[in-house]
């Protein structure tokens, strides 16, 4: 470097400026990329841990299904409400059948 360029109060012109700008540009936007980063690898790991924890209630939920299923026992259909509806058949056991197929269906 010649005397001149040591003397240079950053003046934004010459050689040493645009170098010193571009670096100091390419370090900022370093930073910012590292911090965006950072963020995004903790809303990743929070949205991994919410979905593990949502899997593991669905896995609960599913038990709970399968218990409840093995649990609802309605008898046979004996529907009569071609003569007289409703039915007590389906009065008394209606429910109980379509809460049994719905589960069924979930837990299959």
Same mark, same amino acid.
């Given at each position: 470097?010649?005397?001149?360029?040591?003397?240079?109060?950053?003046c934004?012109?010459?050689?040493?400026?645009?170098?010193?700008?571009?670096?100091?540009?390419?370090e900022?936007?370093?930073?910012?990329w590292?911090?965006?980063?950072k963020?995004?690898?903790?809303?990743?790991? =929070? /949205?991994? !841990?919410?979905i #593990?924890?949502?899997?593991?209630?669905?896995?609960?939920?599913?038990?709970?299904?399968?218990?409840?299923?093995?649990?609802?026992?309605?008898?046979?259909?004996?529907?009569?409400?071609?003569?007289?509806?409703?039915?007590?058949d389906?009065?008394?056991h209606e429910?109980?059948? =379509? /809460?049994? !197929?719905?589960? #069924?269906?979930?837990?299959?």
């Amino acid at each position: 470097m010649n005397e001149d360029q040591n003397d240079c109060m950053n003046c934004g012109y010459c050689h040493d400026c645009i170098i010193a700008t571009m670096e100091a540009f390419h370090e900022a936007e370093a930073n910012v990329w590292i911090e965006e980063n950072k963020s995004l690898k903790a809303e990743r790991a =929070e /949205l991994l !841990a919410k979905i #593990e924890m949502l899997m593991n209630e669905a896995s609960i939920l599913r038990d709970l299904i399968k218990e409840m299923n093995d649990e609802i026992n309605p008898p046979e259909r004996n529907c009569s409400c071609h003569i007289s509806q409703p039915c007590s058949d389906c009065v008394d056991h209606e429910h109980a059948r =379509e /809460l049994k !197929a719905r589960a #069924e269906s979930h837990i299959s």
